[in-house]
């Protein structure tokens, strides 16, 4: 398809992070100002002979200051890292062992959580991921339905799983003494058969994904300690439940 642009990321910089595929990854610098000018070309390092397709970015930031980019193909094991603090001339390391679908970082960065290619939640402080070492938190999602997408609100983290039963929200939050524990699962009542994304923002959380049949999304509202979703149903014709983004975008059923 015309797809170019497949993930974006940014640091607490300005810098912009783009993973393009076609045309491997690179790094743009956002002037941070209101108008129309493009952002300003700083580098696209490679080719390398052992480079990943590049369809998922992640900038992270270690302790130390260090400024890093993890690339990856949300399908496989391998990551390419590199190290971009000096974003002109990115600098490659050694390839981390880990997959990446979908992920989210606390508000400062220093916590990563990751739905794996293969369906688990990891959760790493930044200092560890970068280093290719194990996560505080690697569990399979409720009723060991494959974990599909994580949000985060800035300290707590929020883990949407597809049972067999619907979609499950699960929330993990910091334990006091450098990790993290689940807090609870919260079962949803619609039929979700595959989750693409998880979204959080003042207080709420944005589903995307496939319900009952074909595209919706479902708003919840969100805490550590209790998560409920928001009745978007609207008036329907004869013999159906319509919400309100389905029948928006997807069909009429009003």
């Known amino acids: 398809g015309q797809t170019r642009l497949y993930s974006i990321d940014v640091d607490d910089q300005g810098y912009v992070y783009l993973a393009t595929k076609w045309f491997r990854w690179g790094i743009v610098k956002d002037a941070m100002v209101h108008n129309t000018e493009p952002m300003k070309f700083v580098s696209q390092p490679g080719p390398f002979s052992d480079d990943v397709v590049s369809t998922l970015i992640v900038s992270l930031k270690a302790s130390d200051g260090t400024y890093y980019a993890a690339i990856g193909d949300t399908v496989s094991s391998t990551l390419n890292l590199f190290d971009v603090t000096d974003r002109a001339h990115p600098q490659k390391r050694p390839n981390l062992r880990k997959s990446i679908y979908r992920y989210a970082k606390n508000?400062?960065?220093?916590?990563?959580?990751?739905?794996?290619?293969?369906?688990?939640?990891?959760?790493?402080?930044?200092?560890?991921f970068v280093a290719n070492s194990a996560p505080l938190i690697n569990d399979a999602g409720a009723d060991?339905?494959?974990?599909?997408?994580?949000a985060s609100d800035g300290v707590n983290f929020f883990v949407a799983?597809?049972?067999?039963?619907?979609?499950?929200?699960?929330?993990?939050?910091?334990?006091?003494?450098?990790?993290?524990?689940?807090?609870?699962?919260?079962?949803?009542?619609?039929?979700?058969?595959?989750?693409?994304?998880?979204?959080?923002?003042?207080?709420?959380?944005?589903?995307?994904?496939?319900?009952?049949?074909s595209y919706e999304l479902r708003l919840f509202k969100a805490t550590v300690a209790n998560v409920s979703e928001v009745d978007l149903s609207i008036p329907a014709a004869p013999g159906y439940k319509a919400y309100y983004f389905k029948n928006y975008y997807v069909t009429n059923t009003s």
């Open 107 to 128: 508000s400062d960065g220093s916590v990563l959580g990751i739905a794996t290619a293969g369906g688990r939640f990891e959760l790493y402080t930044t200092d560890a």
């Open 144 to 150: 060991n339905a494959p974990v599909r997408a994580v």
């Open 161 to 213: 799983a597809d049972s067999p039963n619907g979609l499950v929200i699960s929330t993990y939050a910091p334990n006091g003494s450098g990790g993290y524990y689940k807090v609870a699962d919260f079962p949803t009542s619609r039929s979700t058969l595959a989750t693409e994304s998880l979204k959080w923002g003042d207080g709420y959380l944005v589903q995307a994904g496939l319900t009952d049949g």
